[in-house]
């Protein structure tokens, strides 16, 4: 499998886009580059829709839940 196609990679590069895309939306809002409220409602769903895209791809990428058969799932505990 190519560099190119590799999922992994692919999600990067999307992450990538994705917040300049969330950049370029937030600087719009941040300079007063609306002109009208539904305008700022719109641009504030893209927002919220790019954020929570992100959010799910960085927990495919990072699980914050460990594997149930990792050996190295072991809970200690003190005596």
Known sequence: M???TDPINVIYKLKKSMQSQM???VQTLAN???D???EYKYILGKIHA???TNQELSNLLEPKEPKPD???N???IRR
Request: aromatic share 0%; no cysteine; net charge negative.
């Open 74 to 76: 072991v809970t200690r």
């Open 70 to 72: 990792d050996p190295n």
């Open 50 to 52: 790019v954020d929570a």
């Open 23 to 25: 950049d370029a939306l």
């Open 2 to 4: 190519s560099e190119a």
């Open 32 to 34: 007063g580059g609306v």
């Open 36 to 38: 009208s409220m539904e």
